[in-house]
Protein backbone atom coordinates (compact mmCIF):
# COMPACT_ATOMS: atom_id res chain seq x y z
CA UNK A 1 0.00 0.00 0.00
CA UNK A 2 1.06 3.28 -0.91
CA UNK A 3 1.89 5.40 2.27
CA UNK A 4 3.31 8.59 3.33
CA UNK A 5 5.24 9.63 6.53
CA UNK A 6 7.05 12.07 8.62
CA UNK A 7 10.90 12.10 9.13
CA UNK A 8 12.77 14.67 10.73
CA UNK A 9 16.54 15.17 10.86
CA UNK A 10 17.10 16.43 14.42
CA UNK A 11 19.33 18.60 15.20
CA UNK A 12 22.14 16.39 16.13
CA UNK A 13 22.33 15.09 12.12
CA UNK A 14 22.32 18.49 10.79
CA UNK A 15 24.77 19.49 12.72
CA UNK A 16 26.67 16.77 11.28
CA UNK A 17 26.49 17.52 8.24
CA UNK A 18 24.51 14.06 7.85
CA UNK A 19 21.56 15.36 6.17
CA UNK A 20 22.20 13.99 2.24
CA UNK A 21 23.50 10.75 3.40
CA UNK A 22 20.42 10.18 6.10
CA UNK A 23 18.20 10.60 3.01
CA UNK A 24 20.10 8.25 0.30
CA UNK A 25 19.22 5.64 2.85
CA UNK A 26 15.85 5.94 2.16
CA UNK A 27 16.18 6.60 -1.12
CA UNK A 28 17.94 3.52 -1.52
CA UNK A 29 15.18 1.59 0.10
CA UNK A 30 13.08 2.74 -2.63
CA UNK A 31 11.05 5.26 -0.80
CA UNK A 32 10.82 9.13 -2.62
CA UNK A 33 11.22 12.71 -1.01
CA UNK A 34 7.69 14.55 -1.46
CA UNK A 35 8.30 17.24 0.16
CA UNK A 36 11.28 18.29 2.48
CA UNK A 37 12.73 21.96 4.42
CA UNK A 38 15.10 22.96 6.89
CA UNK A 39 13.53 24.81 9.72
CA UNK A 40 14.19 26.17 13.34
CA UNK A 41 11.43 24.35 15.34
CA UNK A 42 9.57 26.86 17.47
CA UNK A 43 8.27 25.68 21.08
CA UNK A 44 4.69 25.72 20.14
CA UNK A 45 5.37 22.84 17.78
CA UNK A 46 7.80 20.70 19.94
CA UNK A 47 4.76 20.84 22.14
CA UNK A 48 1.96 19.46 20.26
CA UNK A 49 4.39 16.72 18.80
CA UNK A 50 5.35 15.48 22.18
CA UNK A 51 2.35 15.71 24.38
CA UNK A 52 2.61 14.85 27.47
CA UNK A 53 0.06 11.62 27.29
CA UNK A 54 0.32 9.46 30.03
CA UNK A 55 0.77 6.02 28.02
CA UNK A 56 3.87 7.61 25.67
CA UNK A 57 5.35 8.96 28.87
CA UNK A 58 5.04 5.11 30.39
CA UNK A 59 6.77 3.88 27.07
CA UNK A 60 9.59 6.03 26.97
CA UNK A 61 10.48 5.20 30.81
CA UNK A 62 10.22 1.89 29.89
CA UNK A 63 12.67 2.44 26.77
CA UNK A 64 14.98 3.89 29.18
CA UNK A 65 14.71 0.36 31.57
CA UNK A 66 15.45 -1.57 28.68
CA UNK A 67 18.13 0.25 27.96
CA UNK A 68 19.56 -0.73 31.66
CA UNK A 69 18.47 1.32 33.43
CA UNK A 70 16.91 1.04 36.78
CA UNK A 71 12.86 3.12 36.54
CA UNK A 72 10.95 3.62 39.82
CA UNK A 73 8.66 5.65 38.13
CA UNK A 74 8.20 5.11 34.12
CA UNK A 75 5.87 8.15 33.94
CA UNK A 76 8.44 10.68 35.70
CA UNK A 77 11.13 9.19 33.52
CA UNK A 78 9.13 9.79 30.19
CA UNK A 79 8.21 13.24 31.60
CA UNK A 80 11.97 13.95 31.85
CA UNK A 81 12.75 13.02 28.58
CA UNK A 82 10.10 14.67 26.96
CA UNK A 83 11.03 17.49 28.04
CA UNK A 84 14.52 17.18 27.40
CA UNK A 85 13.54 16.18 24.11
CA UNK A 86 11.67 19.38 23.59
CA UNK A 87 14.48 21.56 25.01
CA UNK A 88 16.80 19.90 22.04
CA UNK A 89 14.57 19.88 18.73
CA UNK A 90 14.24 23.23 19.32
CA UNK A 91 17.93 23.92 19.76
CA UNK A 92 19.30 23.83 16.17
CA UNK A 93 17.89 23.58 12.65
CA UNK A 94 15.63 20.04 11.32
CA UNK A 95 14.94 18.80 8.45
CA UNK A 96 11.22 17.90 7.87
CA UNK A 97 10.36 15.83 5.13
CA UNK A 98 7.27 13.70 3.81
CA UNK A 99 8.30 10.21 2.16
CA UNK A 100 6.25 8.01 -0.06
CA UNK A 101 6.32 4.40 -1.00
CA UNK A 102 5.27 1.02 -0.93
CA UNK A 103 4.76 0.65 3.14
CA UNK A 104 6.02 3.77 4.05
CA UNK A 105 6.08 3.88 7.61
CA UNK A 106 7.13 0.22 8.21
CA UNK A 107 9.92 1.02 5.55
CA UNK A 108 10.89 4.20 7.19
CA UNK A 109 11.09 2.75 10.51
CA UNK A 110 13.27 -0.25 9.41
CA UNK A 111 15.99 1.63 7.42
CA UNK A 112 16.29 4.31 10.84
CA UNK A 113 16.73 1.59 12.80
CA UNK A 114 15.83 1.34 17.16
CA UNK A 115 15.53 4.43 18.95
CA UNK A 116 18.86 3.94 21.29
CA UNK A 117 21.97 4.44 18.49
CA UNK A 118 23.99 1.21 20.05
CA UNK A 119 21.35 -1.34 19.87
CA UNK A 120 20.41 -0.26 16.51
CA UNK A 121 21.48 -2.80 14.09
CA UNK A 122 24.28 -2.23 11.14
CA UNK A 123 22.92 -1.36 8.07
CA UNK A 124 20.48 1.42 9.67
CA UNK A 125 20.58 5.01 9.70
CA UNK A 126 21.30 4.71 13.98
CA UNK A 127 23.20 1.62 13.58
CA UNK A 128 25.71 2.70 11.36
CA UNK A 129 25.32 6.84 11.77
CA UNK A 130 24.33 6.98 15.56
CA UNK A 131 27.19 7.86 18.38
CA UNK A 132 24.89 7.76 21.74
CA UNK A 133 23.17 5.55 23.69
CA UNK A 134 20.05 5.79 25.94
CA UNK A 135 22.52 5.34 28.99
CA UNK A 136 24.95 7.87 28.40
CA UNK A 137 21.84 10.23 27.83
CA UNK A 138 20.43 8.97 30.90
CA UNK A 139 23.57 9.14 33.22
CA UNK A 140 24.17 12.86 31.99
CA UNK A 141 20.50 13.79 32.36
CA UNK A 142 19.60 14.94 28.53
CA UNK A 143 18.06 13.43 25.79
CA UNK A 144 19.92 10.66 23.02
CA UNK A 145 20.42 12.11 19.92
CA UNK A 146 19.61 9.39 17.59
CA UNK A 147 19.71 11.95 14.58
CA UNK A 148 15.59 11.07 12.94
CA UNK A 149 12.21 11.20 14.31
CA UNK A 150 10.30 8.74 11.89
CA UNK A 151 6.43 8.56 12.50
CA UNK A 152 5.36 5.10 14.22
CA UNK A 153 2.11 4.34 12.72
CA UNK A 154 -0.72 5.32 10.03
CA UNK A 155 -2.31 7.49 12.47
CA UNK A 156 0.81 9.45 13.71
CA UNK A 157 1.67 9.79 10.36
CA UNK A 158 -1.61 11.36 9.35
CA UNK A 159 -1.21 13.57 12.35
CA UNK A 160 2.16 14.56 12.43
CA UNK A 161 2.43 15.64 8.49
CA UNK A 162 -0.42 18.28 8.78
CA UNK A 163 0.90 19.37 12.15
CA UNK A 164 4.34 19.94 10.41
CA UNK A 165 3.18 20.91 6.79
CA UNK A 166 1.10 24.00 5.93
CA UNK A 167 -1.27 22.88 3.56
CA UNK A 168 0.24 25.27 1.03
CA UNK A 169 3.63 23.30 1.44
CA UNK A 170 1.73 20.05 0.81
CA UNK A 171 0.95 21.11 -3.16
Same mark, same amino acid.
Given at each position: ???????????? !?? /????? #??? %??? $?? @?? +? =? *????????????????????????????? !?? /????? #??? %??? $?? @?? +? =? *????????????????????????????????????????????????????????????????????????????????????????????
Amino acid at each position: MMEQTLVVVKPD !GV /KRNLI #GKI %ISY $YE @AG +G =L *KVKTLKMLTVSEALIDKHYPEMDDYLVSL !GK /KSEKA #GDK %IDD $YR @AQ +G =L *KIVQGLKKYITSGPVVKMILEGEDAIKQVRAITGYTDPKSAEKGTIRGDMGEDSILEANRENRPVKNLIHASGNSEEAATEITLWFSPEELV
